[in-house]
């Protein structure tokens, strides 16, 4: 479905692309297969870090992202053109003109396959003559930004697993975001593994949940179009990639539920991934618009429609499409501007200076006080993740809501 193809680069000429075969060996010295890809970073390279294009966004502590500080290496698994088969690949920089993309497991890509990756690289960490000239244009906004080198947050490779992340965001500690984020990866590999099989008629509907014991342990459920033997992981460790549309759209909300523990959002993410099988949604057309101002209402409006989506899953949604006009308001954000904006200054008339990037100095702000909490973020253990949150907000003994900072 179109939520999994990866938005077209928008300058081919960002991207001349050369490959070579790399041979890799494992902790016992055998052979491992390699491909090498250099993506040049063409003119997004004078701004162009990829430590600060990662490590600045929630989104790059979650699973399948792993953010290696010793090499300075994101890696993960990218889909190939066919949007099914996955390969791990090892990002890193080792000039300010190219990225170098190590794609482990095969000695040849064709050309569909690395432009995919390429394109989900690219949205990824914001590699598009788009993304340069926000970047230009907030920071002629804002000096710290410019000298900090801020001004690209990181997003997922696909739209799709943006919204499904904006949606484990909400209403939960940041602990079991990463949690739940891991579950559905560990999930998306039995998947890679066979032993879920991806239906070929129809999708059902969501069917009403039915209650169960704690002590009622099944180890098969229907799925709708069959029976799924749910494993148990033996390594933690080895995780697949994050789950597409149709991978999520063949489970019942028992089973997605029961391996992934993802509570209420397990009906909205199942809902969410069926209307996008069956075509309903379209707003990818808004992938890569340059006229902010007459389209970010219409988008937003759109994505409010949708269950599920309330107004931070929504704002962070246009966030990773690169409108800046919305900030996403949850309890972090109450709790910054409670430290930070100590005269009871409503959210918009804080950074509405900024428009149309208020959103890029609201996140400027929040990652300069979890740098400042817990030191540079690309340089955290991940057992540390969990941890980078903001306390719990009390004035004068009383828990403040998020209304009182919205006007």
Not at 11 to 26: A, F, G, I, Y
Not at 144 to 173: I, Q, W, Y
Not at 188 to 206: C, N, R
Request: net charge positive.
């Amino acid at each position: 479905m179109q939520l999994e193809k990866t938005v077209a680069l928008d300058d081919q000429k960002l991207l001349k692309r050369s490959s070579r075969m790399l041979v890799e060996h494992d902790h016992q010295g055998k052979q491992l297969p390699g491909c090498v890809v250099y993506m040049p970073l063409g003119e997004c390279a004078s701004s162009f870090t990829l430590e600060d294009a990662v490590c600045n966004h929630g989104f790059f502590m979650m699973a399948p992202n792993n953010w290696i500080p010793s090499t300075k290496t994101l890696q993960r698994p990218l889909r190939l053109a066919d949007s099914t088969t996955s390969l791990t690949v090892s990002i890193s920089q080792l000039s300010c003109q190219s990225l170098s993309l190590l794609v482990h497991g095969t000695d040849c890509l064709s050309s569909c396959d690395q432009q995919a990756i390429e394109a989900q690289v690219a949205r990824m960490l914001r590699i598009s003559q788009k993304d340069e000239k926000d970047v230009q244009d907030f920071q002629s906004l804002h000096r710290e930004a410019r000298k900090r080198g801020f001004g690209r947050l990181f997003r997922s490779p696909t739209l799709f697993e943006d919204a499904v992340k904006s949606l484990l965001l909400c209403n939960c500690t940041f602990e079991r975001t990463l949690k739940m984020a891991k579950a559905l990866c560990a999930l998306q590999q039995k998947f890679s593994q066979g032993l879920i099989s991806l239906p070929t008629a129809p999708t059902p509907k969501i069917s009403k949940r039915k209650r169960r014991s704690k002590r009622d342990k099944p180890t098969e459920k229907s799925t709708g179009e069959g029976k799924l033997k749910i494993i148990p992981d033996h390594d933690d460790q080895v995780l697949g990639n994050f789950p597409n549309s149709r991978e999520l759209a063949s489970l019942n909300e028992d089973i997605l539920d029961k391996h992934c523990r993802l509570g209420y959002r397990a009906r909205q993410i199942l809902g969410f991934a069926r209307h996008v099988e069956r075509g309903k949604f379209e707003q990818i057309k808004f992938e890569g618009c340059h006229d902010l101002a007459s389209e970010e209402k219409i988008l937003y409006g759109e994505l409010k429609r949708i269950k599920g989506f309330g107004p931070f899953a929504c704002a962070n949604m246009l966030m990773c499409l690169g409108f800046y006009g919305k900030i996403p308001v949850d309890s972090e954000t109450v709790r910054h501007v409670k430290e930070v904006h100590t005269d009871g200054t409503m959210v918009d008339e804080i950074y509405e200076k900024y428009a149309p990037f208020q959103c890029l100095a609201y996140w400027f702000e929040l990652l300069d006080y979890y740098e400042k909490q817990f030191g540079k973020l690309s340089e955290l253990p991940k057992s540390a993740y969990g941890t980078v949150t903001g306390s719990r907000i009390e004035i004068n003994g009383k828990k403040r809501q998020l209304h009182d900072f919205i006007s």
